[in-house]
């Protein structure tokens, strides 16, 4: 079964500052891959995938992640954050088939001022 | 228009009662989840619905029983709640598998407190 490793449960990081979360996950076979950020008391928000093609993948309010099949990685990155990016931020995996999506454990990004 | 929605937003329960959550879609999705967030924000899919057939079900105690009256709508019924069953409850769609047109989104979540 897959699962998804992120390495940070907290990133402090200064406004205007650049960010990585990190995720990795583990499977054998081809794997779809997600990235969600979940505001306080909201629901999750689809902020990129990637599902073929080009391992760069560009998604909502400025965020790319890049996906490492060699290093089994999808990480995440803004070159430069706002205090409103404070939020808690899912990676997520999944196979082809009836397979669920599986998420880690969340990064919780708090921008400082 | 909200795309997923779900009622009650909160709800406060004692242990025993049976209580249901509903959900919504207006995506023209024929694929429907529950997701169960705990308090360390841990999610972890708990039904799965392709076109009203359960496809995905995981290890939950058959006091949860969901029910899909159509491709729209996903419903959650809790039977005897328990303390441990206090969390967030997140219903969602997606058109078919996540990996082929991408998804699922999400509703806004239901935080249901057992006392």
């Known amino acids: 079964a897959q699962s998804v490793t992120q390495l940070d449960s907290q990133v402090p990081v200064f406004e205007e500052a650049p960010v990585e979360l990190r995720c990795n996950y583990s499977s054998s076979v081809s794997v779809y891959l997600f990235w969600y950020v979940q505001y306080p008391n909201q629901g999750l928000q689809l902020l990129l995938k990637y599902l073929s093609g080009s391992t760069l993948v560009k998604g909502i309010n400025g965020f790319e992640a890049e996906f490492n099949k060699s290093q089994t990685s999808f990480h995440l990155r803004k070159p430069s954050v706002h205090i409103s990016d404070t939020a808690e931020y899912f990676c997520?995996?999944?196979?082809?088939?009836?397979?669920?999506?599986?998420f880690g454990k969340g990064t919780r990004l708090s921008v400082i001022a | 228009d909200t795309a997923v929605s779900q009622t009650p937003k909160y709800l406060v329960t004692q242990m025993g009662n049976d209580k249901s959550i509903k959900c919504e879609q207006n995506l023209g999705h024929d694929t429907m989840y529950w997701y169960k967030q705990d308090s360390k924000k841990f999610l972890k899919i708990m039904f799965s619905?392709?076109?009203?057939?359960?496809?995905i079900n995981e290890t939950v105690p058959n006091r949860f029983s969901p029910k899909s009256p159509d491709k729209a709508h996903l419903n959650l019924h809790i039977n005897s709640l328990e303390l441990g069953d206090s969390a967030v409850y997140f219903c969602?769609?997606?058109?078919?598998?996540?990996?082929?047109?991408?998804?699922?989104?999400f509703g806004p979540g239901t935080r249901l407190t057992v006392t």
């Open positions: 619905y392709n076109n009203k057939e359960l496809i």
């Open positions: 969602a769609s997606s058109q078919g598998h996540p990996g082929l047109a991408g998804g699922p989104y």
């Open positions: 997520a995996v999944t196979l082809s088939g009836n397979t669920p999506l599986v």
